[in-house]
């Protein structure tokens, strides 16, 4: 392990998490201007096994992902391959079946577009066949107009995204990262892992206080505030998390984390949300449903399927290299990533219930996306999981781990080490 004496207080917080029972197995990785000052990994990768958690130990780290595919997309708008205000029909014909022909690929990123489920249910059989789910997704209407609001597309983002990007170049998300993303730059970082990778990657522990990991939210994680809407609420199989709408969100907004007016309001109608079976939040996290396959998340078959919206396989070093190339211009240039983080949308989102902000598929500082700094963006996963990159600060950091949060004080462990990272600088 290694941490710059400037960064102890990091190793501190990582260490006290563990003391504290809140982490399983964990690794967190930083880099500032282009220096690895933090790479700390700690616990047990398989819990059944005993087996630890190693430097390079990947893990499936939900909708990290979709930071990933986002570049993959701008890339291709870079090479003019691909005009994200162009309506996505233009690429895709079948798209514009019913009514959606004006939807453009801004649409898709930002979460706008009106598809934030599959209306009939994926049989496992579809798992590993992208192009055929999104063919059932150019089949659908919109659930509001395309444009006017936005909602987290959980799922269908990637599947969306996806097939754009295969459209223009006959390759899936995962091929592209492999080839221009993640081999060139040698980082642990796979969209659809292959058979070593899996074999070596940290088994997912789900919270263990529900008996449905979709529908059952418990009440102390509505009272706590954790943005359970896409990662605390939906435990294991969920394709994102919030992070955690945390306390001081929660504060921000007018309540407080013990149950306030914030909790009174917000986060009662976003338990009430989790606890439906038929919400558009549970229509949108659990379909097609990983529960379905043996050990969900942790299933070769997911692990392998490298869905665009959650399919990254990673390491903490992986993650936090890749927002190091992308702070450092070397995956994109400055001027593209400045303006694809530039927030398109802010404020209520219509599947979380809370307050999100995204700018062209990267996350911005809101109640989904916690961060100390302004200038932050990047991505969070299901229980826990964030990338960053800030290139005001050339910060760029990655935190992975395999016990999912199911409350306040397990959804903030990002939070808290980025805040402790920001802290010594």
Same mark, same amino acid.
């Given at each position: ?149 936005h909602g987290y597309h959980a799922l269908t983002y990637g599947f969306l995204v996806g097939e754009v990007v295969r459209r223009v170049t006959g390759k899936s998300v995962g091929d592209l990262v492999a080839a221009e993303i993640a081999g060139p730059l040698g980082l ?23 008996? +449905? ?5 418990? =009440?102390?994680? $509505? *009272?706590? &505030?954790?943005?359970? %809407? #896409? @990662?605390?609420? !939906? /435990?294991?199989?969920?394709? +994102? ?5 945390? =306390?001081?969100? $929660? *504060?921000? &907004?007018?309540?407080? %984390? #013990? @149950?306030?007016? !914030? /909790? ?162």
């Amino acid at each position: 392990m290694h941490c710059d004496p400037r960064f102890s207080r990091v190793r501190e917080v990582f260490a006290r998490q563990f003391a504290e029972g809140l982490e399983l197995g964990a690794a967190f990785a930083v880099y500032q201007n282009g220096e690895l000052v933090v790479d700390l990994w700690d616990g047990v990768a398989d819990g059944r096994t005993g087996r630890r958690w190693e430097h390079d130990t990947p893990v499936f780290a939900y909708s990290c992902t979709k930071a990933v595919t986002a570049t993959v997309l701008l890339q291709l708008a870079e090479r003019g391959l691909v005009d994200v205000s162009a309506p996505v029909a233009d690429l895709w014909p079948e798209f514009a079946a019913e009514g959606k022909a004006s939807i453009t690929v801004e649409h898709l990123l930002t979460h706008q577009a009106g598809l934030p489920l599959l209306e009939e249910p994926v049989p496992v059989a579809l798992f590993e066949d992208q192009p055929a789910i999104a063919a059932r997704l150019a089949g659908q209407a919109p659930i509001w107009e395309p444009g006017s609001a936005h909602g987290y597309h959980a799922l269908t983002y990637g599947f969306l995204v996806g097939e754009v990007v295969r459209r223009v170049t006959g390759k899936s998300v995962g091929d592209l990262v492999a080839a221009e993303i993640a081999g060139p730059l040698g980082l642990d970082l796979w969209v659809g892992a292959p058979d070593d990778v899996i074999e070596r990657a940290a088994r997912i522990k789900g919270p263990g206080r529900r008996s +449905d990991p979709v529908t059952a939210v418990p =009440e102390q994680a $509505a *009272r706590d &505030a954790t943005g359970g %809407a #896409a @990662g605390v609420a !939906a /435990g294991s199989t969920a394709p +994102d998390a919030a992070g955690g709408a945390a =306390e001081s969100a $929660a *504060r921000g &907004a007018g309540g407080d %984390a #013990a @149950g306030g007016a !914030a /909790g009174g309001t917000v986060f009662t109608r976003m338990a009430a949300a989790a606890r439906d079976p038929q919400s558009l939040m549970n229509r949108a996290l659990g379909n097609p449903d990983m529960r379905l396959l043996d050990g969900g998340a942790n299933n070769p078959v997911i692990l392998r399927a490298g869905w665009p919206a959650a399919g990254v396989v990673t390491s903490a070093a992986g993650l936090a290299g890749f927002y190091r190339a992308l702070v450092a211009g070397e995956l994109l240039r400055p001027e593209t990533l400045s303006d694809a983080i530039r927030p398109r949308v802010t404020g209520p989102d219509r599947i979380l219930s809370v307050d999100s902000s995204f700018g062209l598929g990267y996350m911005r500082p809101a109640m989904t996306f916690l961060a100390p700094s302004p200038s932050a963006f990047g991505h969070s996963g299901a229980g826990g999981f964030l990338g960053l990159g800030d290139a005001e600060h050339g910060l760029a950091a990655g935190y992975v781990m395999n016990q999912m949060a199911d409350a306040l004080s397990g959804s903030m462990r990002a939070y808290h080490l980025i805040q402790a990272v920001y802290e010594s600088l």
